[in-house]
């Protein structure tokens, strides 16, 4: 079994920053590429955020220049560092990854919890 789980989700102030953590444990073989997204409410949910098993990264527009996403490979962990928050960057965020459970497994993609983000006025 894979879990993943989420930290650093909480209350901050605009033009404050947080940083998301999740961490994938389990039958873990290899993680191809790991993402974050985010679903306010009565909106859909967006991908924010993409990186790659060599560190290739891509933004969504509306957080390029201010989220940065990375990862610990030895500890099987996503980042996502969001600074300038705004208002509208309030969410509940979801990571995912595609995980192999072993050298004949293939990638299947599995979800984190959520965890909620607001920002403040």
């Known amino acids: 079994q894979v879990q993943l789980v989420e930290s650093g989700g909480g209350l901050v102030q605009a033009g404050g920053s947080l940083t998301l953590s999740c961490a994938a444990s389990?039958?873990?073989?290899?993680?191809?590429?790991m993402r974050w997204y985010r679903q306010a409410p009565g909106n859909r949910r967006e991908l924010v955020a993409t990186?790659?098993?060599?560190?290739?990264?891509d933004y969504a527009d509306s957080v390029k220049g201010r989220f940065t996403i990375s990862r610990d490979n030895a500890k099987n962990t996503v980042f996502l560092q969001m600074n300038n928050m705004k208002p509208e960057d309030t969410a509940v965020y979801s990571c995912?990854?595609?995980?192999?459970?072993?050298?004949?497994?293939?990638?299947?993609?599995?979800w984190g919890q959520g965890t909620q983000v607001t920002v403040s006025s």
């Open positions: 990186i790659t098993s060599g560190g290739s990264t």
């Open positions: 389990g039958s873990i073989f290899s993680i191809n590429n």
């Open positions: 995912n990854a595609d995980i192999a459970a072993s050298y004949s497994s293939y990638y299947l993609r599995y």
